[in-house]
């Protein structure tokens, strides 16, 4: 019982079995290239939450207004090069970083009850990997991304189901092609911080700053 100053803490180790026997972060054992460590975090969490979205991930920006804004888009391809997740650059979001070139997502995996937070600057993916990622996508999926002015607002339900048809008959027995206005996004990380849940609200912080091109420093904050 020493580790623990109330019962409700003992219980929620009782019941968060991913604590019993894990490592608390260190400077010293955590890889000491980032991806390395994001790539073991975010395979964990996929093994663990199978139908769930572990690539799922809260992207922040800063809105035209100079407002935070968040919503969560799913990360789809990730690389040193960056993150990628797909959108519309006519929506909010796009509109945002076209004016702020920059943003940060978050990723939370309650499972192992850890957050990664990554924050860069942001650029377009070529036409071509674009290009390749939408013809992947379920055709009805396609079909979405033409008729969803994203952001903007509807006057019906229907009318968004009346653009639905009307660009299934457009494109009736052809291939879909990519809207020029739906395309990836890449974050190109400077800072990534992991996070791991302690006991008593003493959790684990280790935060890599980028200094060149392949190295990065590490250093503990405070939780
Ligand atoms: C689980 C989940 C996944 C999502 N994935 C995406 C995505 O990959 N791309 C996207 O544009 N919107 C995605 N959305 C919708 C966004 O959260 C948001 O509503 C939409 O992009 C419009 O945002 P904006 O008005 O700030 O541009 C997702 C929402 C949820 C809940």
């Excluded at 991806?35 to 969490?45: D, I, K």
């Excluded at 090069?81 to 970083?97: D, H, I, P, R």
């Excluded at 009346?162 to 400077?190: H, L, N």
Aim: hydrophobic share 35%.
């Amino acid at each position: 019982m020493a580790r623990f100053s109330t019962s409700r803490e003992l219980l929620f180790f009782l019941t968060h079995p991913t604590l019993w026997f894990r490592q608390p972060l260190s400077q010293k054992s955590l890889h000491a290239d980032p991806f390395v460590v994001f790539e073991q975090w975010y395979n964990q969490a996929k093994k663990s939450l199978s139908g769930e979205f572990p690539n799922a991930m809260c992207l922040s920006t800063t809105g035209t207004d100079d407002y935070p804004e968040g919503r969560i888009v799913l990360l789809k391809e990730w690389s040193k090069e960056g993150f990628v997740f797909y959108s519309n650059t006519q929506s909010q979001k796009g509109a945002a970083l076209s004016a702020h070139p920059k943003a940060s997502i978050t990723f939370y995996w309650s499972v192992s009850q850890r957050q990664v937070r990554i924050k860069g600057d942001v650029e377009f993916v070529d036409n071509s990997t674009a290009d390749q990622y939408f013809s992947s996508r379920p055709r009805r999926s396609q079909i979405g991304a033409w008729a969803s002015e994203q952001s903007t607002t509807l006057h019906s339900r229907k009318e968004l189901e009346d653009k639905v048809i009307e660009y299934e008959e457009k494109f009736a027995q052809q291939p879909i092609p990519r809207p020029d206005y739906w395309t990836g996004y890449r974050i190109k990380p400077i800072e990534i911080e992991f996070w791991q849940l302690r006991l008593n609200r003493l959790h684990d912080r280790i935060l890599y700053k980028k200094t060149s091109k392949e190295s990065w420093t590490k250093s503990r904050l405070s939780p």
